[in-house]
């Protein structure tokens, strides 16, 4: 059999997988390049007259046409077979083939990459919150593939199409960096499904052996580097007194730092109750209950050094997906770090998707909520609301958003974040 042309890959890229895969069920050979190193090859000038961007997969068909990008080429192979059934039969079978492939290079496999990048220190530097949310939008992915599954065998026909190859492609590549036990056992559908793809007697060859990690990687802290103890130097020879003027003129060119503004808050007559100390009752206690947290705040708040206030939302009618919503939440909290020695807080998402609020309470130092979340760009989009604890229910509320029991309008929480 006559190939088709060569393909630029490596063995473990799943791009370059998907490729062969469709050229496999196609019946059409496809040749990979002897003794290709990527990062070498890739680079040198043979390489870079016939695909400029340096990138892999790269197609050089036998008749010279030339292609980049894998959609484009395992569409192009796809269709090269007479009476391929892998592009559907009819213009909407081949819109939903093209959804799915997208959804799923966009929606998981994007975010596979991403999150591999942070842990490994490729994208630096890591941060939780970026790596959370990423997961948390591959999770929602996996779970609308799970329930589109759950009643079909294959994406979109009866038979494989190039959505079921595409998908197979970055399920196995996610399978080793994200899908670990524990979500795996809510993905049955699509398990089964990768499954069906990977071991079509066509195929195995091409996709190999699957990694299933247990669980999901992690982000290492490198070492810290133990600093070798310095030599004593030796005693300084006392400086000469600078004889001339113009050195002293030299001196004042030379641009100082300015002295940090101190915080007003620092300014505040001490206070009995100690921040860290409720942190850390909030923390190891239950909220409520007898020798809970509630119980330990009672017993040392100073309501003279420190203010409660009632925190929410501006624009709840622009929420959409509930887990968004802790996202915008964990952002705020994020970007109140400058104030952290002078502020707690316990916000939540109450509701459901596309009807839910933000709100909450912060316990703040002093009497004005301003200076203390003034420092987040986005406080503004939060009205502050000052709680009077000697009410029932301001102190119900305040109670309730503590314990993460806090109701609104029939909606309940569902999702919270501290600032501690």
Known sequence: MASIGTLYTTPEQNTGKRIRAVAALNGLKVDLPEHYVHFEDNKKPEFLAKFPHGKIPAFDGADGFRLFESTAIARYIAALAPNSTLLGSNLKEAALIDQWVSFGDNEIGAHTTLIFQLVKGILTPYAKPIHTTLAERQLRSLKTLEAHLATRTFLVTERITLADISVASVIQRALTVTIDAPLRAQLPNVIRHFETIVNQPQLKDIFGKTEYIEKALAYTPPPKEKKEPKPAAAPAPKAAKPAKKEDDEEEDDIPRDEPKAKNPLDSLPKSSFNLEDWKRAYSNKDTRGPDGALEWFYQNYD??????????????????????????????????????????????????????????????????????????????????????????????????????????????????????
């Open 303 to 420: 309501p003279e050094g420190f203010s409660v206030w009632r925190v929410d939302f501006k624009y709840n009618d622009e929420l959409t997906q509930t887990f968004m919503s802790s996202n915008l939440i964990g952002g705020f909290f994020n970007r109140l770090e400058a104030s952290r020695k002078y502020l707690f807080g316990s916000m939540g998402v109450l509701g459901e998707t596309n009807n839910s609020v933000i709100s909450g309470v912060l316990i703040a130092r002093g009497q004005d909520i301003k200076p203390v979340v003034e420092v987040a760009p986005d406080y503004e989009s939060y009205e502050y609301k000052r709680l009077d604890l000697n009410k029932p229910e301001d102190k119900a509320f305040f109670e309730a958003a503590l314990a993460w029991d806090l109701e609104i309008d029939g909606k309940k929480w569902v999702d919270g974040k501290n600032f501690k």
